[in-house]
């Protein structure tokens, strides 16, 4: 069952626009989330990430949003940069259970020149 | 740091044969990950260690995969008999503490193909 869901295998942007990249999620005990950018022939490398007490969070150019009651998260990017193209993956796990982190399938972002 | 390793990078290798996986993790990391993409279902987490002792593997496909971690720097990913809807990257992850807000860093991966 997928547990973590990007229903978008792919988007297009323009150089300079914002990227959002949405995910959701199904299981009410994830309290933590990530996102993971991945290049071809790479692992995935960590982005950034947000537990549930908070709602936003910033790093540079990305910003994370939570939206606990709808079950929604989103990678904002601004603004997006060429070198952003990648797999970006959303990513959920409950803190105080195993490690067992849910990945979703995954969008590619790919940002124009 | 040369960060995860995983051999080999691309194998190849028909239906029923034995495949081997093998990845060193980060030195000083005491948790291992292996994971499994494909297009369908994205990354998968199939089993994980922690200080060298399987914590869960309920992500395994079935029998067929089995996993070993005999010290702290080495840990394979087999698959025996091989079959073509294995076909899929196979990555190792690995992290600090296991904890759950622990960065995972992971090697390259391993592109399996069974024909």
């Known amino acids: 069952d997928q547990q973590v869901k990007q229903n978008s295998p792919s988007l297009s942007v323009q150089e300079g626009r914002i990227s959002i990249l949405n995910c959701d999620y199904t299981?009410?005990?994830?309290?933590?989330f990530l996102w993971y950018k991945k290049y071809p022939a790479e692992g995935p490398t960590f982005l950034i990430s947000i537990s549930s007490i908070k709602d936003k969070n910033e790093d540079g150019r990305f910003t994370v949003f939570l939206n606990k009651s709808a079950k929604h998260l989103s990678l904002h990017i601004v603004p997006s940069q060429p070198g952003d193209s990648a797999v970006y993956f959303c990513a959920a796990s409950a803190m105080g259970g195993n490690n067992d982190m849910r990945f979703g399938a995954g969008t590619r972002l790919t940002v124009k020149p | 740091d040369a960060g995860v390793i995983q051999s080999p990078r691309h194998e190849v290798t028909e239906m029923g044969q034995e495949v081997t996986l093998r990845c060193k993790p980060i030195s000083g990391h005491n948790s291992l990950f292996w994971y499994r993409q494909t297009m369908m279902r994205g990354l998968e987490l199939l089993i994980y260690f922690n200080n060298n002792v399987p914590i869960d593997d309920s992500g395994m496909p079935e029998d067929r995969f089995s996993a070993k971690m005999p010290n702290a720097s080495f840990s394979t990913l087999k698959i025996q008999p091989s079959e073509p809807r294995d076909s899929a990257v196979y990555f190792c992850?690995?992290?600090?503490?296991?904890?759950?807000?622990?960065?995972?860093?992971f090697g390259p991966g391993t592109r399996l193909t069974v024909l």
């Open positions: 992850a690995s992290s600090f503490t296991g904890l759950t807000t622990d960065t995972q860093y």
């Open positions: 299981n009410s005990m994830f309290d933590y």
